[in-house]
């Protein structure tokens, strides 16, 4: 199993945690996305994820780049699903594992920000009585700003 | 020179289709790209400043210098997670 | 299956995670403790987990009592698995699940430090060589200044 | 009166049993109970500062009273996770 990936196919979070080689590790923190039920006070029916896929998964890999030159010891794997998601369905599931665990809970939520500030995917939520594309962060990732966001929320 | 125009989420839904070809002058730019655009769907330019783009699946600069055969892509702000 | 248990068999990461009811959730962070190979400089061979049963399983339900207390719309699942394990086996499986991520992780990263504060269970070290307990904390839940030590590590 | 002590870990090894009966006069606490655990067995002595105890799986103070037929815990420092 990729360490990246961008699939149409249901996460499966115990595989993706898997897929990390453990040895030497004592501590893994995995994150999963789920589709909510409301959003900004609609009620949400389901959402329709949409990805720029080749750039989609360079963003994947340079977040895990990224985390390799701030914690040299973590092991991350980053799966987003895109398509059509039910509540409740897992949007994207990251695994970090590391020795020790500060360090696994820091890459864990560094990757969660790094997705929402430069990952090309879109979701567009179907609400009781219309639809609307979600827009969130400017997608840059030569934004050091940024960067810098997601660690200070990561590692405080 | 002929590029394809890639476009994403609510810009797909401005100019009605996900990709498209332009043809463009020899020394064009991303932005010569871009304002093509907003030029055949005007509702574009309210994206104006919070656009990002790629080129060939690469994220780029708007100054870039674009070739034959380029895909260029229009990306709204993300919401992925 | 209980939001907390103290048991034999082996931990099943995406069992605990299933748990938790998921309705109104847009986040779990699943916290898994692995077995590590080396500890302080020794080569470990296996771990033995002991626990005084009815007071670490009181032990985790406080911890998830304040966690509600502290996050009210958290909800928090803790598994700690006891005997001997092996090399990569999970000792621990936190899951937490909440609205939004900020809680979701902060509630996960404060159950094990907890865990470590003041849960009667003890590990016996196998290395090369040899074979040690280990002692970390005095448990002591009354103790204010060891549970806002852990607030802080959580929410920071 | 009589109580059953349990120990844990390091405590178990140096006793050499996880369990066992001590008979108490009225008015002893838990305080009481340990001194006559250090009194058979010096080397818990070491833990006199770092230990924690339990009356009835519930954790309590070293000046508890004791009541017959309870159960006394003591916890060396804890190490799960």
């Keep these: 199993m990729n360490l ?23 501590a893994v923190s995995v994150f999963l996305g789920l589709v909510r039920d409301r959003n900004q006070g609609r009620r949400v029916l ?3 994820y949409e990805a720029y896929e080749p ?42 594992a590391s020795p020790h665990r500060a360090d696994a809970f820091a890459a864990s939520r560094y990757a969660i920000e790094r997705i929402k500030q430069i990952v090309p995917i879109w979701k567009r ?10 827009e ?18 990561a590692c405080a | 020179m002929r590029v394809t125009v890639r476009l994403f989420a609510r810009l797909r839904d401005i100019a009605g289709a996900g990709e498209l070809q332009r043809d463009l002058p020899a020394g064009a730019s991303v932005h010569t790209v871009w304002r093509s655009m907003v030029s055949d769907f ?32 229009f990306l709204p702000p993300v919401s992925g997670g």
Tied chains: 1, 3.
């Design chain 1, 4 to 26: 990246t990936a961008i699939t149409t196919a249901p996460l499966n979070q115990q595989a993706v945690a898997a897929s990390l080689d453990t040895a030497g590790i004592g």
């Design chain 2, 42 to 73: 005007p509702e574009l330019s309210a994206y104006e400043s919070s656009i990002s783009c790629a080129v060939n699946a690469d994220y780029s600069r708007f100054t870039a210098a674009v070739a034959d055969g380029d895909e260029i892509a």
């Design chain 1, 125 to 134: 939520e179907y609400f009781e009585g219309g639809d609307v594309w979600i």
């Design chain 1, 46 to 48: 389901h959402l329709e």
């Design chain 1, 55 to 96: 750039l989609a998964l360079r963003g994947l890999d340079l977040i895990v780049a990224e985390a390799r030159e701030q914690w040299p010891a973590v092991r991350l794997a980053i799966h987003h699903r895109i398509g059509r998601m039910a509540i409740g369905d897992a949007s994207v599931v990251i695994a970090a």
């Design chain 1, 136 to 153: 969130g962060a400017t997608a840059d990732p030569d934004n050091a700003g940024a960067r810098e966001q997601a660690l200070r929320i």
